[in-house]
């Protein structure tokens, strides 16, 4: 998944997984977070619990720039070489999940992928 941030954006999220309850990912940039202010969230969800929340505070992220997420450790690549891993906690072998929101130009405002 990749795209590139919208110059006025707020926050997104992607989602990856079986179901919206059932995520091996929820990654969740927020450049205007109520708590820690620019923060990049990512989660887990099984069985419609969410997991331990982790948070980023220090956000290399910036509007307009590109984000793209690969590989089976989900390792999100942002600019001047920064990059998050988050595990694959739960196992999910197959991704059928894909939601993406918010503020990020993928040619979709909205966009869910069931595979």
Same mark, same amino acid.
Request: charged share 25%.
């Given at each position: 998944?990749?795209?590139?941030?919208?110059?006025?954006? @707020?926050?997104?999220?992607?989602? $990856?997984?079986?179901?919206?309850?059932?995520?091996?990912?929820?990654?969740?940039?927020?450049?205007? =977070?109520?708590?820690?202010?620019?923060?990049?969230?990512?989660?887990?969800?099984? =069985?419609?619990?969410?997991? @331990?929340?982790?948070?980023?505070?220090?956000?290399? $992220?910036?509007?307009?720039?590109?984000?793209?997420?690969?590989?089976?450790?989900?390792?999100?690549?942002?600019?001047?070489?920064?990059?998050?891993?988050?595990?694959?906690?739960?196992?999910?072998?197959?991704?059928?999940?894909?939601?993406?929101?918010? =503020? $990020?130009?993928?040619?979709?405002?909205?966009?869910?992928?069931? $595979?």
């Amino acid at each position: 998944v990749e795209g590139r941030i919208l110059h006025e954006a @707020q926050g997104f999220q992607i989602d $990856l997984g079986c179901d919206e309850n059932h995520l091996a990912l929820h990654f969740n940039p927020r450049f205007n =977070d109520d708590t820690d202010g620019a923060v990049i969230v990512c989660n887990s969800k099984i =069985d419609g619990s969410w997991g @331990q929340e982790e948070r980023e505070k220090h956000s290399p $992220l910036q509007r307009g720039s590109t984000v793209k997420l690969t590989g089976d450790m989900f390792e999100v690549e942002m600019p001047n070489g920064h990059e998050i891993k988050f595990p694959n906690r739960h196992i999910l072998d197959v991704i059928t999940y894909v939601r993406i929101r918010g =503020d $990020l130009n993928n040619h979709f405002k909205e966009c869910i992928l069931i $595979l």
